[in-house]
């Protein structure tokens, strides 16, 4: 205990010297039977040197130990309590090894992972194709397909560096250190719900090899198919054990570290005070260097609590008002909602290169309480694109399911954030399969088929109808589907009012992709559509961890010196163009759907 408490005044003084710089600068389940776990029992209960022990022959199960680590690098001798397991299933061409173990206290999981690998990088903007260590884990235990409220894919770098594909990265702390031959990756994440002995949740522990820009394999401990980011089915499980009479966690530093690099990180140039958390900051670091060595778990929480408020009473400057900035989907959005609307599957017929036709399908979200019946109440439409190698199932899956795009919708609904609306998930594969042509395939087939079967502002599927209605019609795509998003804008601006591209430019458009000839091209298309900005709105959204963010930031950074045109503000009273930067986002729909949650208040605003 002493030694965390020297650790963290340590950390303190660290956070000072930053300070002087300048600032800008119950889970699971609880095992069904003794015998289904008295190997792991009898393992965990032994005693002696470490030795590599067979937990994953145990129903798939690896033990974790009660015991607090310091999360620095260092293996401190608590881990020696925790038996070693070692990654098993190998694909590609990897001769990495890697070596897990787990501890857990009242608040936490830790692993701690230990890597051969006799080269290193990060060359690759794909964070999954770097050096680095991925856990997985459904504290729950639902084994559920799709990643539920309580399930996670952490993954951190032999840098340090994170990236969260899905679950709240505030939950995440990690600490990397080089060996002679490979690295040392010690992780923490605080669970939802406070574990105890017999506790099982769903894991799986993944490390990715990396050789100059690119993935060369992976190792896992349970998984040998490499799904585990798709399924939480395929996880193995993880038995909480050890915990005696009068045993305490150690101290939580953690959470309030997260908070200092949350604080760290902040321009402050955009904020009217930025003295209330830099004074903060400061009393923080005062009470570790100045005050006594053994910092009390009450101490780190109240400095917590002043932190966090000090950070909540920043006020933005009127120019920095003007962004549009990430605000987590509330993690409750992703339970099934009691007003849950439905799925319908349309086909259609449609023409192909060959000149014959191709039948198609479109899934069509409908929300609670649609009514066919009824033609006094009229639903905007959002038409939103699958990424490459997907398909219209994708997001809604179809009729009876209930994935995560649609437990959003319903309760952004349900919650009144949003108007009840229709949403049609389409494809560009069959078809032209072009999507720099897809726009033909939209105007001509998909808007009549849907905006005739449904109760919709279009009254009928001619093209002065369809026009007379865009104020109602939105189109809107993730990475390829983005790409599609902004040919959609070149060639339906006359039919479709709301535009969100997501993760992807305008490949394709302007030439030679330049940003700025991109910017140049699409203001062009405006300019002689004579539509004034109110007219049009694009909000677009990627993650700062994302491969596809710094192609399209430029491409709407270029496009926002284009005022005449593109005004830029995350009011739409004030302008027609925002972006939003999800920090440490990377290229997955957990993180689109967290962008959709976001935009979806804006569009159609005062429309109906």
């Known amino acids: 205990m002493r030694r965390s408490a020297k650790r963290f005044t340590a950390a303190w003084a660290a956070a000072a010297l930053l300070c002087a710089a300048g600032l800008n600068a119950q889970s699971g389940v609880h095992a069904a039977s003794p015998e289904v776990y008295g190997e792991a029992l009898a393992h965990a209960a032994e005693s002696g040197t470490r030795t590599i022990v067979s937990a994953v022959n145990v129903r798939d199960s690896l033990v974790a130990q009660y015991g607090s680590p310091v999360i620095d690098g260092e293996i401190d001798p608590v881990w020696d309590k925790a038996r070693i397991v070692e990654a098993r299933h190998a694909s590609g061409d990897t001769r990495a090894s890697a070596a897990f173990r787990a501890l857990w206290d009242d608040h936490a999981l830790y692993i701690l992972a230990e890597v051969t690998d006799g080269s290193l990088s990060t060359e690759s903007p794909l964070p999954y194709e770097q050096d680095s260590v991925e856990i997985f884990l459904d504290e729950n235990r639902d084994k559920t397909k799709e990643f539920g409220v309580d399930d996670l894919q952490f993954r951190v770098n032999f840098a340090n560096v994170q990236t969260i594909d899905k679950g709240d990265g505030s939950r995440f702390y ?32 993944q490390v990715n090899d990396a050789e100059g820009a690119g993935r060369i394999g992976t190792l896992n401990v349970f998984d040998p198919t490499g799904g585990a980011w798709d399924d939480t089915g395929l996880f193995g499980e993880i038995f909480f054990t050890g915990k005696k009479r009068g045993d305490k966690s150690g101290l939580n530093p953690y959470d309030l570290l997260n908070l200092m690099k949350r604080a760290l990180s902040i321009d402050y140039s955009l904020y009217k005070n930025p003295g209330v958390v830099k004074d903060a900051i400061l ?25 966090a408020e000090a950070i909540d009473a920043l006020e933005m400057t009127e120019e920095a008002a003007n962004e549009k900035y990430f605000t987590p989907l509330p993690v409750e959005y992703l339970a099934l909602s009691d007003k849950p609307g439905s799925i319908e599957r349309l086909s259609y017929r449609t023409a192909n290169p060959d000149g014959g036709m191709d039948t198609k399908y479109v899934n069509v979200y409908l929300p609670h309480g649609y009514d066919a019946s009824d033609k006094n109440t009229r639903y905007n439409v959002l038409y939103l694109m699958h990424g490459m190698g997907e398909n219209e199932n994708l997001l809604f899956g179809g009729p009876g399911e209930n994935r995560s795009l649609k437990k959003i919708l319903d309760n952004m609904i349900a919650n009144g954030d949003i108007e009840p609306l229709i949403v049609v998930t389409p494809t560009f594969y069959g078809g032209k399969g072009d999507i720099a042509v897809f726009h ?45 998003t902004w040919h959609i804008f070149a060639h339906c601006l006359d039919y479709i009012k709301y535009y969100m591209p997501l993760s992807g430019a305008g490949f394709g458009l302007g030439g030679s992709g330049d940003a700025a000839q991109t910017a140049e091209f699409l203001a062009d298309v405006v300019r002689k559509s004579g539509y004034e900005p109110h007219e049009y709105y694009i909000f677009s959204a990627a993650g700062t961890q994302d491969f596809a963010y710094p192609g399209l930031h430029d491409q709407i950074e270029a496009m926002r010196q284009l005022s005449d045109v593109f005004p830029y503000s995350s009011d739409p009273a004030k302008g027609n163009l925002y972006f939003i930067a999800g920090e440490g986002g990377t290229h997955t729909w957990y993180w689109q759907n967290q962008f959709i949650y976001n935009i979806l208040p804006d569009l159609f605003k005062g429309e109906s």
């Open 440 to 484: 033909e395939e939209l105007l001509q087939d998909i808007i009549p088929l849907v905006e005739t079967k449904y109760n919709t502002y279009a009254k009928s599927a001619s093209l002065q109808d369809l026009k007379a209605s865009r104020a109602h019609r939105a189109f809107g795509g993730f990475s390829m589907g983005s790409a599609t």
């Open 174 to 205: 990690t600490a990397t250190r080089l060996t002679d031959d490979g690295y040392i990756v010690e992780a923490r994440i605080s669970l939802k719900n406070k574990p105890d002995n017999g506790t099982v949740s769903g894991i799986e522990l």
């Open 283 to 307: 009393q923080v670091a005062a009470a570790n260097l100045l005050g006594s060595a053994d910092v009390t778990q009450e101490q780190i929480d109240e400095q917590y609590a002043m932190l």
